[in-house]
């Protein structure tokens, strides 16, 4: 049990600037985890296993990618009880993102806006920070906790080089990784989506599968991969993206990323922001994708859920809707640390 409600911290955070309250909640972790001070947001792991592409998954609530994007904070997170967590999206070079200010709350629609853009230090500095993580050597006796490291492209590179930023970065989490997430759903990075269409996804995966077959042969591991796709898509599309994936072999896919829509927020304060949206307004469209994915994989291949999930119903709701299991972010921000152990809890078992 947490020694620190949320409920006192949230106040003081939430009177700072969005990305301001975000990067002094990643110091404290940093500083913390590790250390007895981490009492402060422990929960003991809900032990709810699950087998997916292969990985033991200890209990179905993960972290969502983009909270840590450097790496920095995976043993105080994984203190909170994620059955498993996604640190990045990485990209191979260091890169600052978008102008400040760049992320913003919703606190009426229990959402968050950001346009943050791949903020990172780069692939060397992300691969040095997970082979300091401590995690699977402080188990005990318990399933370890699963890390996936999800990989994009620098802003840089032009979206016809695409294909060189994955394969570097697949290249040199491959080793350290439980899963690798192909982020092509980011809203932030120009015409990263465009590589979600047929022919450009085609072409993604088909180079990127060869790669893993390099990588099984020189490492003697097969790590599955996972393609993350955005909510912003048709059921045609989302057929498309369904056989390309199952055509390369991919392990999994995430749905979704953060929505472009505003209809939702339409009239709120930054409502009219430019970025992603996320939180209570993008769970429908999460869960659309998700059952139209379900519908055209069929059973037996891994959806990962994510989108809107604030409460042990949200997350139940999209296990209905298809998702094997399920990651949350924005609900972190309005709910605390609390919400990991509840939605474990009632995914017990489903
Ligand atoms: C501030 C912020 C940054 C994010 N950065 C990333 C990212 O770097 N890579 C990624 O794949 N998803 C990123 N996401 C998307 C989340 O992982 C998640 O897919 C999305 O927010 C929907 O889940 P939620 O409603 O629980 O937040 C980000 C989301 C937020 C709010």
């Not at 995430?254 to 209570?280: F, M, Q, Y």
């Amino acid at each position: 049990m947490s020694l620190l409600p949320y409920a006192l911290a949230r106040p003081f955070l939430f009177s700072l600037d969005a990305e301001q309250a975000h990067d002094l909640t990643l110091d404290g972790l940093a500083r913390t985890q590790n250390t007895p001070l981490a009492c402060a947001y422990a929960a003991r792991r809900v032990d709810d296993p699950i087998t997916l592409a292969g990985l033991t998954f200890p209990n179905k609530v993960g972290l969502a990618a983009g909270l840590d994007k450097n790496a920095r904070c995976i043993d105080g997170l994984a203190a909170m009880g994620f059955g498993f967590i996604e640190v990045g999206t990485v990209t191979p070079k260091p890169q600052p993102g978008n102008a400040k200010p760049r992320m913003f709350r919703l606190p009426q629609a229990h959402a968050l806006i950001n346009r943050l853009g791949f903020n990172n230090d780069g692939l060397d500095a992300f691969v040095a920070n997970v082979q300091r993580a401590r995690f699977r050597k402080t188990v005990g006796g318990a399933a370890p906790m699963l890390l996936g490291l999800n990989i994009g492209k620098n802003a840089a590179t032009p979206i016809e080089r695409a294909i060189d930023d994955y394969l570097l970065c697949l290249e040199g989490v491959y080793p350290h990784a439980d899963f690798v997430t192909i982020n092509v759903s980011s809203p932030n990075t120009a015409n990263l989506r465009t590589l979600q269409s047929d022919e450009a996804l085609d072409h993604l995966l088909g180079r990127i599968a060869q790669r893993r077959e390099a990588l099984v042969s020189a490492q003697g591991k097969r790590v599955p991969l996972f393609v993350k796709i955005a909510p912003d898509l048709d059921e045609t599309q989302v057929a498309v993206i369904a056989a390309v994936l199952k055509r390369h072999g991919m392990d999994g896919v995430i749905a979704t990323n953060t929505t472009l829509a505003r209809d939702a927020v339409a009239g709120l304060p930054h409502g009219k922001e430019s970025g992603g949206l996320s939180g209570a307004p993008v769970r429908e469209a999460s869960n659309r994708v998700v059952a139209q994915l379900r519908a055209a994989l069929g059973t037996g291949f891994p959806i990962i859920g994510v989108g809107g999930i604030l409460s042990a119903a949200d997350a139940q709701a999209k296990i209905e809707a298809g998702a094997d299991v399920v990651q949350i972010y924005t609900g972190l921000i309005y709910r605390g640390p609390a919400l990991v152990p509840e939605v474990a809890k009632a995914l017990k078992g489903a």
